[in-house]
């Protein structure tokens, strides 16, 4: 995502400024309470919400307390659970951020000391669930580094108002391992594979069931290829393949003289569902 010239100048000079901060803070081992100042002026002169309208250190959720919310237009953003600068961020402090989300209804999480900011997606299935969407070491950033400022822009106000971090989660989603493998052991991928195989090797045999059998036993990871996630993403990427079969089918009616597409070849048949043993 582009981040406008104003916002990312806002970005640099903030992280040169609170790097210094961080790793004194660091040195002095600052508790929980003053680390917690120190995020709400991270938010306010890096991420750019007002201090005073947008950030609210305490947030009441049902006789309890998160650290830290941010609001924009008077709306519930991201609730934000802050740890002592030198403490190392456990699972169950992430537990501990999505139950108040969950109570609150809120899709983003945030859990930081500070210096390691985690940004959770939750999904209010059931179980509900919260996916590591990013993960950003503030002292390991560089202020005249793009990739660095369109980190952090992730975390800004103006990101949230177009939508950034979903948009990131989106693109993440969608080239996930399962995904990718999903596409790797498709019927197009797998007849692709098969051809450039014969390059190599024109007087050898190769099945496509000897290329799915390798690329699942010896090339891919059994924990992508044996769970629920990846029959999911396998179930996409066929979807996905039928339809766009079906438009170059009409396409080729419509007009004779186009050909199909490489993955409407005669040869190419549906494979079988992957089962890894």
């Known amino acids: 995502m582009?981040?406008?010239k104003k916002v990312a100048?806002?970005?640099?000079?903030?992280?040169?400024k609170?790097?210094?901060?961080?790793?004194?803070?660091?040195?002095?081992?600052?508790?929980?309470?003053?680390?917690?100042?120190?995020?709400?002026?991270?938010?306010?002169?890096?991420?750019?919400?007002?201090?005073?309208?947008?950030?609210?250190?305490?947030?009441?959720?049902?006789?309890?307390?998160c650290d830290i919310a941010t609001k924009i237009d008077g709306k519930l953003q991201t609730l934000i659970?802050?740890?002592?600068?030198?403490?190392?961020?456990r699972d169950t402090h992430t537990k501990q951020a999505v139950d108040y989300a969950a109570n609150?209804?809120?899709?983003?999480?945030?859990?930081?000391?500070?210096?390691?900011?985690?940004?959770y997606s939750v999904s209010f299935s059931k179980p509900i669930t919260a996916d590591l969407v990013l993960e950003i070491d503030v002292l390991e950033l560089n202020a005249k580094d793009s990739d660095s400022v369109e980190d952090l822009f992730l975390l800004s106000k103006e990101a949230i108002?177009?939508?950034?971090?979903?948009?990131?989660?989106?693109?993440?989603?969608?080239r996930s391992k399962f995904n990718l493998a999903a596409i790797?052991?498709?019927?197009?991928?797998?007849h692709a594979i098969r051809r450039e195989l014969k390059r190599v090797a024109p007087d050898v045999r190769v099945s496509i069931e000897q290329i799915k059998e390798s690329l699942t036993h010896d090339v891919l990871?059994?924990?992508?290829?044996?769970?629920?996630?990846?029959?999911?993403?396998?179930?996409?990427?066929?979807?996905?393949?039928?339809?766009?079969?079906?438009?170059?089918?009409?396409?080729?009616?419509?007009?004779?003289?186009?050909l199909l597409s490489a993955e409407s070849d005669s040869e190419n048949q549906p494979i079988e569902e992957v089962n890894p043993s």
């Open 104 to 119: 609150q209804g809120v899709e983003w999480v945030v859990l930081t000391n500070g210096i390691i900011w985690k940004i």
């Open 18 to 65: 609170f790097q210094e901060i961080l790793a004194a803070a660091k040195q002095r081992d600052l508790n929980e309470s003053d680390t917690s100042m120190i995020v709400t002026d991270m938010l306010s002169e890096i991420g750019g919400f007002d201090k005073y309208t947008e950030i609210t250190r305490e947030y009441a959720i049902r006789g309890t307390y």
């Open 161 to 174: 108002q177009k939508s950034g971090l979903e948009e990131y989660s989106d693109q993440l989603k969608v």
């Open 221 to 258: 990871k059994r924990d992508v290829v044996g769970g629920d996630e990846f029959k999911e993403a396998m179930a996409l990427i066929r979807k996905a393949s039928k339809k766009s079969l079906r438009k170059a089918g009409a396409k080729a009616r419509k007009d004779p003289n186009v």
């Open 81 to 89: 659970e802050v740890k002592a600068v030198g403490v190392d961020l």
């Open 2 to 4: 582009a981040v406008p």
């Open 9 to 16: 100048n806002r970005i640099s000079a903030g992280l040169t």
């Open 184 to 190: 790797i052991l498709s019927d197009s991928l797998l």
